[in-house]
T-cell receptor
Framework: AQTVTQSQPEMSVQEAETVTLSCTYDTSENNYYLFWYKQPPSRQMILVIR??????QNATENRFSVNFQKAAKSFSLKISDSQLGDTAMYFC??????????????FGKGTHLIIQP | DGGITQSPKYLFRKEGQNVTLSCEQNLNHDAMYWYRQDPGQGLRLIYYSQIVNDFQKGDIAEGYSVSREKKESFPLTVTSAQKNPTAFYLCASRRGVSSGNTIYFGEGSWLTVV
């Protein structure tokens, strides 16, 4: 079974600062996918960024980037130039590659990120 | 618009009552999922379905049932056997491996026991 650990229950930074959210995972799989989802107060789960484990290059989506360390089983999210709208719960999630990801995502417990004006 | 529609947004259940949460998607995704979210927790998998007329139990299936009679629809029934059903429920569907293997979510349904 896979486990995902987010060690920071809550973080708070000033607007325009850079913030890094941590995530570690445990798996015996070699082929898998990793995701960061954002959940604002509306509770809608929004995909932020995804990473295929076989790709060495770290994924980037505008202000969001990841630091994927496969050997260390670490998958941190960096948000640059943080904005008030980034305030949300952020969940790290794991999906097995075997079986085509059929059995879905395993989630961490989340990090509540607060962007202060 | 393409997407995943969950209804109702808010639902109240009396003790001993079964209730059904609806989930419809028009994304032509084969796989669909139900997750439960409790305060301060991540999401936990209840049931999932890869194809029509087939589904599997997730980590917390006890007290829940599902059906998958159509590709577009994956309703979740919360039965009276579920002792603590008050939670936020999220339905999701997954694009195939060739399209990025990514899971997308509906807007969720709140269920409260009264």
């Amino acid at each position: 079974a896979q486990t995902v650990t987010q060690s920071q229950p809550e973080m708070s930074v000033q607007e325009a600062e850079t913030v890094t959210l941590s995530c570690t995972y445990d798996t015996s799989e070699n082929n898998y996918y990793l995701f960061w989802y954002k959940q604002p107060p509306s509770r809608q789960m929004i995909l932020v960024i995804r990473q295929e484990a076989y790709k060495q290059q770290n994924a980037t989506e505008n202000r969001f980037s990841v630091n994927f360390q496969k050997a260390a089983k670490s998958f941190s999210l960096k948000i640059s130039d943080s904005q008030l709208g980034d305030t949300a719960m952020y969940f790290c999630a794991f999906m097995k590659g075997s079986g085509g990801g059929a059995d879905g995502l395993t989630f961490g417990k989340g990090t509540h990120l607060i962007i202060q004006p | 618009d393409g997407g995943i529609t969950q209804s109702p947004k808010y639902l109240f259940r009396k003790e001993g009552q079964n209730v059904t949460l609806s989930c419809e998607q028009n994304l032509n995704h084969d796989a669909m999922y139900w997750y439960r979210q409790d305060p301060g927790q991540g999401l936990r998998l209840i049931y999932y379905s890869q194809i029509v007329n087939d589904f599997q139990k997730g980590d917390i299936a006890e007290g829940y049932s599902v059906s998958r009679e159509k590709k577009e629809s994956f309703p979740l029934t919360v039965t009276s056997a579920q002792k603590n059903p008050t939670a936020f429920y999220l339905c999701a569907s997954r694009r195939g491996v060739s399209s990025g293997n990514t899971i997308y979510f509906g807007e969720g349904s709140w269920l409260t026991v009264v």
